[in-house]
């Protein structure tokens, strides 16, 4: 890819939510960063996360974060570069974590739903949740219809 990019836009009234397309013969880095870049712009309204890791404290995107989980009456946040603690309790940091980019899944967890590799559905009342990385958890069987729903919120975005 060259330093150079070329950026079309296209008005479409009935588009109510911007749309960005990258075409690339391939997924590199500068791609990534370009994804990144749009993503902090649109998540302009939701906070960093503060996560406290041995005796550092650090201020996490919400793009970076996995899950965020309740271990040992603590509140632990898994993002792609490791666990981190949070003073602040779970139901606050639902409040202010994305709605469009997170979901609770259990009395306990609340999951990137764009970390997702996919969903297991295939156990009765359950949900089996696989993460990109390899991570694995369960939905609670009271919150499988408030997933489904979250679900066909994002398939109907991507359909308009």
Same mark, same amino acid.
């Given at each position: 890819m060259s330093k150079a990019v070329d950026i079309e836009i296209r008005i +479409?009234? @009935?588009c109510h939510d911007p749309v960005v397309v990258i075409r690339?013969?391939?997924?590199? %880095? !500068? =791609?990534? &960063?370009? *994804?990144? @870049?749009?993503?902090n712009c649109m998540d302009g309204g939701y906070p960093q996360i503060v996560g406290h890791r041995d005796e550092t404290? !650090? /201020?996490?995107? %919400?793009?970076? *974060? =996995?899950r965020v989980f309740v271990e040992s009456r603590r509140v632990q946040?898994?993002? !792609? &570069?490791?666990?981190? !603690?949070? &003073?602040?309790s779970l139901?606050? /940091?639902?409040? =202010? /974590?994305n709605p469009d980019r997170f979901i609770r899944i259990s009395r306990f967890?609340?999951? &990137?739903?764009?970390? *997702?590799?996919?969903? +297991?559905?295939?156990?009765a009342g359950t949900v089996h949740i696989v993460f990109d990385d390899g991570t694995v958890t369960w939905a609670a069987r009271r919150y499988v219809k408030a997933i489904q729903l979250a679900l066909n919120r *994002?398939?109907?975005r991507e359909e308009e």
């Open positions: +479409d009234p @009935a690339t013969d391939r997924k590199t %880095q !500068e =791609v990534e &960063n370009i *994804i990144h @870049a749009v993503e404290m !650090e /201020l996490l995107s %919400q793009r970076d *974060i =996995v946040i898994c993002t !792609e &570069n490791g666990f981190y !603690e949070s &003073n602040k139901s606050y /940091l639902e409040m =202010v /974590l967890e609340i999951v &990137n739903i764009r970390k *997702i590799a996919r969903f +297991d559905f295939s156990m *994002i398939e109907t």
